[in-house]
């Protein structure tokens, strides 16, 4: 791997850590699925990389269920708060999930 792709796969590590309490250890596959580029707004100064992560476990839990909630719920579900997404989710959904 280059230094690159080390760095954006240590940032991707991190953020999964720090929002989601996945680590490593429990990662059974993680997938480059897309590049997403915005040239609008304070969107126009981010890249965004999109990776599908496989787990080896549902047991996930944030490290700061006191300051934030999340769900987990099935794919087929994701319509359902379609009207919630911020702007790269939803380019996220409408290319790769729905």
């Known amino acids: 791997k280059t230094d690159l792709e080390e760095n954006i796969i240590s940032g991707l590590m991190r953020e999964l850590e720090e929002e989601a309490n996945i680590t490593s250890e429990i990662i059974k596959s993680c997938t480059l699925k897309g590049i997403i580029k915005l040239n609008t707004g304070v969107d126009a100064d981010?890249?965004?990389f999109v990776y599908e992560v496989e787990l080896l476990t549902d047991n996930i839990k944030s490290h700061e269920e006191d300051k934030l909630t999340g769900i987990w719920?099935?794919?087929?579900?994701?319509k359902n708060y379609e009207d919630s997404?911020?702007?790269?989710?939803?380019?996220?959904?409408?290319?790769?999930?729905r």
């Open 46 to 48: 981010h890249l965004g």
């Open 73 to 78: 719920i099935n794919k087929s579900e994701l």
């Open 85 to 97: 997404f911020e702007n790269w989710a939803k380019l996220v959904y409408e290319k790769l999930l």
